[in-house]
């Protein structure tokens, strides 16, 4: 059975394969999309933190963090709905009505000097549409209630569900040569289907299978859930999806099997033989899509140990707790409320260090973060269960969107000249992702025990692990 994912609207029956429009999901596991750039079911937010809904010449505008996500996700979907259709996917695009509104750009402007100046935070108009990338085509505001079929693939189509259609969008554009839908007057275009490579495009008018005669309230959960009226519906809309993908795929202009001809009475015996080979393996692949997605997971967990090579913040905090524990340490974070910490790191050997961690995007580790180690350093120490200060451990992944032999750049000559003055030990992630490989791959706790003994010998300076 295909798998239909469906992204910003709720199909009745198909709550499982269902993605808000605010994500950034995989369609990787998708034979069949249905899309709407409906801001409805979104978490989007005009509001900025206790202050009133924005607004800006008259339109919404979109709070600082969600226009961040709203220009991720526009970018998301367009990528990921290109790679889906260019390698043989089917999308279907319900048009849903046009939302026009501001959001922020992210960059400012600045007037005036001193107690004068002025901030002036950039907004730029954006709409719900710029997340469908069909730049061919224009997406023309108009609404209206009668829809008329123009092709024979949709004219079943349009019939099963003529009364839960309406158009809030009409198309203009030279690539559309394959009309499905126009308006009473055949004057314009309200759906069309165009192929890209191997994949195809269909517009559809705008849909509503979201009405209340269709929901009921649950008391138990509290909750509201489909009727069984509507998920009859739902299960129909989506069987004619897979029809109308079927024939398309088949590039001919064949009429979609109707939902009467699934009736007993038009069974054949052979092919419900091959329907239970089908169900039978489709159980069998389904068991191994969940051992895939437990490896998936396995996978990143080990892959997260190249974050040593090219990340910052939480994420080469965490690959570097991880690189301390193959060497043999105890390391974990640390943050009573007060003193928050990277990493207290524990070596067999007794030796107790405190580990900061900083990565730079193009330049090398600068006296902050040492300043920082250093504080950190004292304010553990001044604890009064600690009796014995700590030795500390500054790990750098400077430059670390260049390849790791490309790379220039590590610590200051600050950082350097007070490491040696405190005895603090330089670290750079890319040396610790090295030896970390090697031990890992060798399960070599004697080469383990060599590295750090380098790092305790070497501490207040930049630390070279012995070669392997």
């Given at each position: 059975m295909k798998k239909i994912t469906s992204i910003g609207i709720e199909i009745p029956s198909n709550g499982d394969n269902y993605i808000k429009l605010d994500s950034k999901r995989s369609l990787?596991?998708?034979?069949?999309?249905?899309?709407?750039?409906?801001?409805?079911?979104?978490?989007?937010?005009?509001?900025?933190?206790f202050s009133a809904s924005q607004t800006y010449e008259g339109k919404k505008l979109y709070s600082k963090s969600s226009?961040?996500?709203?220009?991720?996700?526009?970018?998301?979907?367009k990528n990921e709905i290109l790679h889906f259709v260019e390698n043989g996917g089917t999308v279907f695009f319900i048009l849903t009505k046009r939302e026009d509104f501001y959001i922020y750009t992210g960059t400012k402007a600045f007037s005036g000097t001193g107690r004068n100046q002025k901030t002036t935070e950039h907004v730029s108009p954006f709409s719900n549409y710029n997340f469908i990338s069909v730049?061919?085509?224009?997406?023309?505001?108009?609404?209206?209630?009668?829809?008329?079929?123009?092709?024979?693939?949709?004219?079943?189509?349009?019939?099963?569900?003529?009364?839960?259609?309406?158009y809030e969008i009409y198309l203009k554009g030279e690539n559309l040569q394959n009309p499905i839908f126009t308006t009473k007057n055949k004057d314009r275009i309200l759906g069309a289907t165009i192929k890209v490579k191997k994949g195809c495009i269909i517009f559809?008018?705008?849909?509503?299978?979201?009405r209340k005669e269709l929901i009921k309230y649950n008391p138990k959960t509290h909750q509201s859930i489909w009727t069984p009226e509507a998920i009859k519906i739902g299960k129909s809309f989506l069987n004619n999806i897979v029809e109308i993908d079927k024939?398309?795929?088949?590039?001919?202009?064949?009429?979609?099997?109707?939902?009467?001809?699934?009736?007993?009475?038009?069974n054949l015996k052979n092919v419900l033989e091959t329907e239970k080979l089908i169900q039978k393996n489709e159980?069998?692949?389904?068991?191994?899509?969940?051992?895939?997605?437990k490896l998936n997971l396995l996978q990143e967990e080990q892959e997260s140990l190249k974050d040593l090579l090219f990340e910052s913040g939480k994420l080469l905090e965490n690959a570097v707790i991880k690189a301390l524990t193959i060497l043999g340490y105890k390391a974990e974070n640390y943050d009573d409320g007060e003193l928050e910490l990277d990493q207290i790191i524990l070596s067999p050997e007794g030796e107790r260090f405190i580990g900061e961690c900083e990565g730079k995007d193009m330049k090398d580790i600068d006296v902050t973060k040492f300043r920082q180690l250093l504080d950190g350093l004292n304010a553990d120490y001044e604890k009064e269960n600690i009796n014995e200060k700590a030795y500390g451990l500054l790990f750098g992944?400077?430059?670390?969107?260049?390849?790791?032999?490309?790379?220039?750049?590590?610590?200051?000559?600050?950082?350097?000249?007070?490491?040696?003055?405190?005895?603090?030990?330089?670290?750079?992630?890319?040396?610790?992702?090295?030896?970390?490989?090697?031990?890992?791959?060798?399960?070599?706790?004697?080469?383990?025990?060599?590295?750090?003994?380098?790092?305790?010998?070497?501490?207040?300076?930049?630390?070279?692990?012995?070669?392997?």
């Open positions: 990787s596991e998708s034979d069949i999309v249905i899309f709407s750039p409906s801001f409805d079911n979104s978490d989007y937010s005009t509001y900025e933190s226009s961040v996500k709203i220009i991720e996700h526009s970018k998301h979907w730049q061919t085509i224009e997406f023309n505001s108009a609404s209206g209630s009668f829809v008329s079929p123009c092709n024979n693939l949709f004219i079943d189509f349009h019939k099963n569900f003529q009364n839960y259609f309406s559809l008018p705008n849909i509503d299978l979201d024939i398309l795929k088949k590039s001919t202009e064949k009429t979609p099997k109707p939902d009467w001809l699934k009736s007993d009475a038009f159980i069998i692949i389904n068991k191994k899509v969940q051992e895939n997605e992944n400077a430059q670390r969107l260049i390849a790791p032999d490309e790379r220039t750049l590590s610590f200051t000559t600050k950082c350097l000249t007070g490491a040696k003055r405190e005895k603090i030990g330089l670290i750079k992630t890319q040396d610790l992702f090295g030896i970390c490989r090697i031990i890992q791959e060798n399960n070599d706790s004697e080469y383990a025990a060599q590295c750090r003994k380098a790092i305790f010998e070497q501490l207040g300076e930049i630390i070279i692990f012995p070669k392997k």
